[in-house]
T-cell receptor
Framework: KQEVTQIPAALSVPEGENLVLNCSFT??????LQWFRQDPGKGLTSLLL?????REQTSGRLNASLDKSSGRSTLYIAASQPGDSATYLC????????????FGTGTLLAVQP | ETGVTQTPRHLVMGMTNKKSLKCEQH?????MYWYKQSAKKPLELMFV???????ENNSVPSRFSPECPNSSHLFLHLHTLQPEDSALYLC?????????????FGEGSRLTVL
């Protein structure tokens, strides 16, 4: 059974710092991995989608990497801003006919001005 | 218009009430999903509809009843709920079920059961 873990559960950094959020999964046979952002009381916004054949994806100040063999993904945020404060969730698509997404519990990020 | 719209955003109901959550997507997708998000737990997939047909029911209690009249609309009918059903209910859509594309979420409906 696929399990997705995100550590740390919460992180506080000063503005301008570069930071890395971690996501690990137990079954390396995945189809894709998606990073989401969730603001308090709101829905999820898709940030980056990495297919299993890819090693990384970039969008602006965000870079997500995928290492299937070790069961790990990282989300790198460069030059963090207070507006980046949110919960970041990763979700693994485990393939098959349904490609059901398995979510982690998220990392709550606070960027201090 | 946003891609996936959910109404109402907030709902308070008693255990004997009947209410419905509505989701509408304007992305031309064929798959729609209901997820439940409880505090300190990962998102739980509840139901999936692909081309209006239910393709997944993740052992959800019968007090939750989904309806998908067409590929753009999804409802979640609620009756005789329990306080532990209080949660954020999220609707999502994707081009079709089983593909490897992105999932797009609505803003969620915050449900409180008294």
């Amino acid at each position: 059974k696929q399990e997705v873990t995100q550590i740390p559960a919460a992180l506080s950094v000063p503005e301008g710092e570069n930071l890395v959020l971690n996501c690990s999964f137990t079954d390396s046979a995945i189809y894709n991995l998606q990073w989401f952002r969730q603001d308090p009381g709101k829905g999820l916004t898709s940030l980056l989608l990495i297919q299993s054949s890819q090693r990384e994806q970039t969008s602006g100040r965000l870079n997500a990497s995928l290492d299937k063999s070790s069961g790990r993904s990282t989300l790198y945020i460069a030059a963090s801003q207070p507006g980046d404060s949110a919960t970041y969730l990763c979700a693994v698509g485990n393939g098959g006919a349904t490609n059901k997404l398995i979510f982690g519990t998220g990392t709550l990020l606070a960027v201090q001005p | 218009e946003t891609g996936v719209t959910q109404t109402p955003r907030h709902l308070v109901m008693g255990m004997t009430n009947k209410k419905s959550l509505k989701c509408e997507q304007h992305l031309g997708h064929n798959a729609m999903y209901w997820y439940k998000q409880s505090a300190k737990k990962p998102l739980e997939l509840m139901f999936v509809y692909n081309f209006k047909e239910q393709t997944e029911n993740n052992s959800v209690p019968s007090r939750f009843s989904p309806e998908c009249p067409n590929s753009s609309h999804l409802f979640l009918h609620l009756h005789t709920l329990q306080p532990e059903d209080s949660a954020l209910y999220l609707c999502a859509s994707s081009p079709s079920y089983g593909d490897t594309g992105e999932l797009f979420f609505g803003e969620g409906s915050r449900l409180t059961v008294l």
